[in-house]
């Protein structure tokens, strides 16, 4: 495996511990943690099967495939000794996985995670309008109950 297949394979574990676990590293979650995660991937392969109307029983994941298999024998092996060989994980398995996290395959979850969103792009460029405060009056008295700083009239705080 090439530095950059482990790279890729760091992403898709650290994808799948922020998405079942809200936790930002691999490095942080259990062997218990992790057969959760394959247990939840499972159920979402067999529900997945029967909305496609597959027959063929699912080929699911073992219940210690990312833990001893791609965390232990690559990611850990790997960084203990950068200079081991090791061999490339299934590619079949790496594709069923983000699959059903609803990418095309690896190389598109692979693609799709490497750049960096940048927040910027979300800007919404408005023109110099006269602002509508009659709305936006009626929008904050909407959102008080999530703001407990305003008062209980909008009136009076004009």
């Known amino acids: 495996m090439k530095k950059e297949d482990i790279l890729h ?3 898709l574990m650290n ?5 079942f676990l809200k936790k930002n590293h691999w490095e942080d979650v259990t062997k218990t943690e992790w ?15 029967t909305e496609k109307n597959i027959k063929k029983e699912s080929e699911l994941l073992g219940s210690n495939y990312l833990y001893e298999h791609l965390i232990i024998n690559k990611l850990k092996k790997y960084y203990q000794n950068k200079a081991s060989i090791l061999s490339k994980p299934n ?3 790496l594709s ?7 990418y095309a395959n690896y190389i598109d979850f692979i693609n799709s995670n ?4 940048n927040f910027n792009d ?6 110099n309008a006269k602002q509508n405060t009659l709305l936006l009056d009626r929008l904050v008295g909407c959102w008080y109950s999530y703001n407990r700083n305003l008062p209980d009239n909008i009136l009076q705080a004009k």
């Open 35 to 49: 057969s959760y995660i394959i247990a939840e991937l499972n159920e979402l392969i067999i529900r997945d099967n």
């Open 122 to 127: 979300l800007r919404i460029n408005m023109n």
């Open 9 to 11: 394979l760091e992403k």
């Open 96 to 102: 069923l996985i983000v699959r059903v996290l609803g």
């Open 114 to 117: 490497t750049e960096a969103f």
């Open 15 to 19: 994808f799948l511990s922020m998405h």
């Open 91 to 93: 590619l079949a398995k």
